[in-house]
């Protein structure tokens, strides 16, 4: 007896330390988790701010920043908070090139949104700096500068921004998706032999996808009309008749077009 009473207590103090209890950072974390996917999107704010606060090494902080962010931006709308919070995370995380691309390209959106284009575009140069061992990435951000110096009226560095982007592309589709949106800035300002140069370039190339081609040929075909070449623009356009993704615009542009006689037959020389 006094034998089974000693094996209990052993057990009853051996017990205790068997039990690993969760540390307040991880009730946090695992409080966050259940109320974001609840949607109790402020709550699972109050729990993530928390972990960061007592998790200072904490394995868990990457998440909890992408979804404080990701709440300032999309839930909240509160786009001030999001560059706070996008900054601190920049400066905690930022030596990985992979996270610190990732931050900085959402940092420099933030900014896009909040009317701060110099801010936004000091944002993307730091990502094509972190992005120079990913041509993926260098090619993102190269079209997100682009579209952004374009809002701003600036087509000199749109021009710049996106030759560069088509010589470093790394396959067919990248290239002719900065090509395209080369041709649209050009047609913008009404430059139409530069747009038709570089819409030539991108048809020349092979593995691209068939919505850029129906809409670079769309494109061309929009050139050669303003140049009053209806033949080659009706061509054009009866060559993607069964490709472009709303047909009837192209029937309906293919009516409008000025009548084009037939070609005249020569008559046979006379004997």
Not at 78 to 91: G, Q, S
Request: aromatic residues 8%; negative net charge; contains cysteine.
């Amino acid at each position: 007896m006094k034998l089974l009473l000693s094996i209990i207590l052993a057990a009853m103090l051996v017990l205790p330390g068997c039990i690993e209890s969760k540390t307040p950072g991880e009730e946090d974390i695992e409080r966050a988790r259940t109320a974001y996917s609840k949607g109790f999107y402020l709550e699972a704010e109050k729990d993530y701010e928390r972990y960061l606060q007592v998790e200072p090494q904490g394995k868990n902080r990457r998440e909890a920043w992408d979804r404080l962010s990701e709440i300032a931006v999309s839930i909240k709308g509160d786009l001030d908070r999001a560059v706070v919070l996008l900054e601190a995370m920049y400066l905690e995380l930022g030596v990985d090139p992979e996270d610190a691309w990732r931050i900085m390209f959402q940092l420099g959106d933030v900014y896009a949104q909040l009317g701060n284009r110099a801010k936004a575009i000091e944002s993307f140069e730091k990502c094509l700096v972190h992005a120079m061992n990913s041509p993926e990435h260098t090619y993102q951000t190269q079209l997100r500068m682009a579209k952004l110096y374009r809002i701003m009226g600036n087509y000199e560095l749109v021009a710049d921004t996106l030759e560069n982007c088509a010589n470093q592309a790394e396959n067919d589709d990248y290239k002719a998706n900065c090509l395209y949106e080369l041709a649209q800035s050009y047609s913008f300002i009404s430059n139409w032999s530069q747009s038709k140069r570089a819409l030539e370039m991108l048809l020349e190339l092979q593995d691209v996808e068939e919505e850029t081609r129906v809409l670079s040929i769309f494109l061309l075909a929009d050139i050669y009309e303003n140049e009053r070449d209806y033949t080659k623009t009706k061509e054009l356009l009866e060559s993607i008749l069964e490709t472009y993704p709303n047909p009837k615009v192209i029937e309906s542009r293919l009516s409008s077009l000025p009548y084009i006689p037939p070609p005249k037959i020569a008559p046979p020389p006379k004997n």
